[in-house]
Nanobody, 124 residues
Framework: QVQLVESGGGLVQAGGSLRLSCAAS????????MGWFRQAPGKEREYVSC????????AYADSVKGRFTISRDNAKNTVYLQMNSLRPEDTAVYYC?????????????????WGQGTQVTVSS
């Protein structure tokens, strides 16, 4: 059974930083792309960033490019999202996800496994 557990969320002032972590278990972590998504109140869930199996390829939504950095540590079965220069509009519940298949680039409809989410609140 695949489990994804996020941590690292919290309350931070605008301009501050947070690092989110997502620990995976129940599947061969190194075979699959991982991603981060977020959902703000009253809005649909949106894509934030993704990383391929090795960590050598990454992609970002335009809204976070240059501010957020995704990485992974395959020895720890963990993916990270370093968030810098945070803005109030970054406030959301952040989710990590794993692809069903081991392909790159990831297929948008094939994010099959999800964590429970971690709240990030950025005050102005």
């Amino acid at each position: 059974q695949v489990q994804l557990v996020e941590s690292g969320g919290g309350l931070v002032q605008a301009g501050g930083s947070l690092r989110l972590s997502c620990a995976a278990s129940g599947r061969t972590f190194t075979s699959y792309a991982m991603g981060w998504f977020r959902q703000a109140p009253g809005k649909e869930r949106e894509y934030v960033s993704c990383v391929n199996w090795s960590g050598g390829r990454t992609a970002y939504a335009d809204s976070v490019k240059g501010r957020f950095t995704i990485s992974r540590d395959n020895a720890k079965n963990t993916v990270y999202l370093q968030m810098n220069s945070l803005r109030p509009e970054d406030t959301a519940v952040y989710y990590c996800a794993m692809q069903y298949e081991g392909t790159w680039p990831p297929i948008p409809t094939r994010w099959g496994y999800w964590g429970q989410g971690t709240q990030v609140t950025v005050s102005s």
